[in-house]
């Protein structure tokens, strides 16, 4: 897969329409990827569909990537979360220090799908 620092990314940016509102977080949210405890970064907003973060590495377009969040508190007796995350875009910040990622959950189950709509539900505004 290409990534924005490939000379043959396409220059074009593909449009996505978004299924659900997107949230900014009240409380500072943190992904990891869970096979190797990787930090991939903090989240800027998040969906019931996906999330946008904010990494320091480009992230491959189209790639799946094994996430887990720590929750801010328990919730349904659980105190992280585990998702795969699908890359369906990255671009550089403004700053040209970092990226932003925007990921679509990619066969997300039932029990953390309701985790993070409660999630989302308390903390987001």
């Known amino acids: 897969m290409l990534s924005p620092d490939t000379e043959s990314f396409p220059q074009t940016r593909v449009v996505f329409k978004r299924k659900s509102l997107r949230q900014v977080p009240s409380v500072p949210l943190r992904v990891f990827n869970r096979e190797n405890g990787s930090r991939l970064g903090p989240i800027g907003n ?23 969040m720590v929750l801010p508190v328990e919730i349904k007796g659980l105190k992280s979360v585990a998702f795969n995350g ?13 990226y932003v990622v925007g990921f679509s959950f990619d066969a997300l189950d039932q029990n953390n799908d309701e985790i993070l709509k409660i999630l989302i539900g308390f903390y987001a505004s």
């Open 86 to 98: 699908r890359c369906v875009w990255c671009e550089r910040s403004e700053n040209g220090a970092s």
């Open 46 to 68: 998040l969906s019931d569909d996906g999330l946008m973060l904010f990494s320091e590495n480009a992230l491959l377009l189209g790639e799946v990537y094994p996430m887990a």
